[in-house]
């Protein structure tokens, strides 16, 4: 190989490199500026308004995912406990294609005990920004205690703070599996896009 043509290469190794740095950036600083706040449900939690309890997979026959059922349960004990005053169950509910969220949510949570009128049901939950700034913007939280698994918590509260909520982030116990490890790759490009939505100051859908 030619000087030229190893040149070309060096370049595009080190353009690589630079855009890899690029996309793994918004990650790293979600992780270390809400590390203190991110933690297992069972850990201490400064009260908050309200439980942000956010949405995932409904299987079509109306059975919640596991990792919905977990985070609907995680959202409970922290009622249970005194810590929040509220369960905002923030989900899609309004693709046809998809069962509503919010009020699979609000059963599984109404069958553990938590009375209808401590619920607050948001369908246009579609995204975590959404969710959040819903949260801010619809529902007047000032507070909060984001609800996920652990990889989803630092792109929730991260955003949570960048809208104006005071936030922590509560998890249910890490179980290693297949769908946890695809979360985890799956959130770089998703904090991008956070990135990129709090930049631009997107206002959601049906959201004034």
Known sequence: MNDRGTSALRIAGSAAL???????LPTAVTRVTTAASVKPVEADFAHAD?????????W????????????????VELFKRGVVDTLIMSG?????????EPAVMARVAIDL???????????????????????????GVKSVIAVSQEFH???AVWLCERLGISAQGA?????????????????TAATVKAFLDVAQRRVPDGTT
């Open 113 to 139: 005990g938590i009375p209808a009128s401590a619920i607050t049901a948001d369908p246009r939950g579609v995204d975590t920004y959404s969710s959040a700034h819903r949260a801010r913007h619809v529902y």
């Open 60 to 75: 079509p026959d109306g059975r919640p995912s596991r990792f919905l059922r977990e985070r609907v349960e995680t959202g």
């Open 171 to 187: 998890y249910p116990p890490v179980i290693v599996r297949e769908h946890t490890a695809m979360g985890y790759v799956r959130e």
């Open 153 to 155: 918590l630092p792109r």
């Open 18 to 24: 630079a855009m890899g740095a690029a996309i793994a």
């Open 92 to 100: 899609d509910g309004i693709h046809a294609h998809s069962f509503d």
């Open 50 to 58: 309200a439980a942000l309890i956010l949405g995932a997979r409904v």
